[in-house]
Structures are given as C-alpha cells and as structure tokens.
C-alpha cells in the first residue's frame, strides 16, 4: 500500500525515529498509527537487548527545580558516546525528562509512570531504536528544603542540589555557589555526623598504619589518629571544606557570613562515567 509524506511525517515527529525508518514501520503496519510506533518500540527493544552490555557513560546530567524553590531532582540520561550526547533532539529528550521526573519520589516510579503516551522506561526503549545506542537513566536523587538551589556544571558532566534551611535576600546566590562547591570538591557527606561508621573506622586504621610505619608510639596513636581523623572530615564533609572561592573560610563559614542563621540543610549530587 502507498504511504503518504504525511504519514510519515507524523509518525517521526511523535516518535523521534528517521524518515525511512518511520516509513518501512507504517509500511510493515500497513498503515495503522499505532501499530507502526508498537514496531519501532520491537525495533528499540532489539536494539536494547543486543547493546545491554555496553557502557553508558555519557549523555546529560541535568537538575529541575520546582517554581517556589522547595524541591529539586537530579537525573543523568545515559547514552554510550558524546556525538550522541551533544545531539540536540537528545538533549531536548532530556530535559522533557527531567522536567517530568519533578513530580517523583524516587526512580522506580519515575521509570513507570507514564511520558508522552508509554512509560519512561518504554521512551527510553524506542529512543535506543532510534538512536541506536543504549539509552538508560542513571542518577536519581531527589531533594527538598525551605530553599533547594541547583547548579550544573559545563557540558552536562555533573548537576548538583543545594538545601538551606531558610529564605533569604540572596538565597539563590548562596545556594549556587555551595552547589557549585559540592560539584568541583565531591564531599562524601554534608557532615561528620552525615559519614558512614564503617568509613570512619577504616580511615582511623589507615592513619594508624601510617603512624606505626612512621615510628610513632602506640599510645600515641589514638589522639594522633583523631587528629587526621578532623582533617578528613575537614577535607570531605561539605560544610567543612575549604570554600573554593575563599579558601580562608569555610562552606559553613561562607554560608553564615551571608546569614548569621542560615544553614545548609542537605545536597545531592550526579555525574556522569
């Protein structure tokens, strides 16, 4: 039977995929809409299934935050090589995604609910019909506070979320600048309190192992330890850390010359490889 461009037409724009492809699917179709989008899904769940071993690495890390600045997610988009990542329609894709990923709580639920007609997960499938790469979502990490501030750095590599625990003149700067430091420094958790008991231990016998190598004493180990034990926490606890942009100071320090009240509450943090 003979296809029409506007057949064609329209099916490529609801679906994304490439003239001819869109085409040889309404043709297999015989010309019925939906089973033409039900064959390029098949298309793209080959497509999956042959490319599920490969890395995903590249593709867009991206951070939404809704209107009244209360609630902030983070996802990465995943696909295999940067050509792809940088495509505009995969990018376009990407931030529908994000976009639509505010109103979740968590990635499972994201990945089911419904996005322009299917699932996530099942865009996510026909998109890597299409594509011809695996296309996956990778981080996702939600955060809300009185005030989430969001940060993202050049090329989409790593997109950040910042909570205060307060409103104030210049929260929106305050936020950035913090956000950006849990970007470029990667802390492990926003306080001592915040760091893993197992984690703690392990760096207390590596300092001690250190020490014994070095000479020291054993009774002298355990206040020498505690002391490396304040330079790690110093060196990968966000609140902690040297700001990046007054290393005199700290992010707590920073964030309290802007507001003698004002704390960070929480962040979370997304990069991609």
Partial sequence: MKITATEVNKLRKSTGAGMMDCKKALVEAEGDFDKAVENLRKKGQKVAANRADRESSEGAALAKVNED???????SVNC???????????????????????????????????????????????QT???????????????????????IHAGNKIATLVGLSGIVDNAAEVAKNVAMQAAAMNPIALNE???????????IEIAKDQLRQEGKPEDMLDNIAKGKIKRFFKDNTLVNQAYIKDGKISVSEYVKSEDPDLVVTGFERVALG
């Fill in 69 to 75: 600045n209360t609630s902030g997610v983070l996802i």
């Fill in 80 to 126: 295999e090589t940067d050509f792809v990542a940088k495509n505009d329609a995969y990018q376009q894709l990407a931030h529908a995604l994000a976009d639509h990923a505010l109103g979740f709580d968590t990635k499972d639920t994201f990945l089911s609910s419904e996005f322009h007609g299917m699932t996530v997960s099942e865009k996510l499938i026909e």
């Fill in 129 to 151: 019909g299409v594509i011809g790469e695996k296309i996956e979502i990778g981080g996702f990490r939600k955060l809300t506070a009185p005030y989430v501030g969001s940060y």
């Fill in 193 to 203: 309190g915040g760091v893993d008991a197992s984690i703690v231990e392990k760096e």
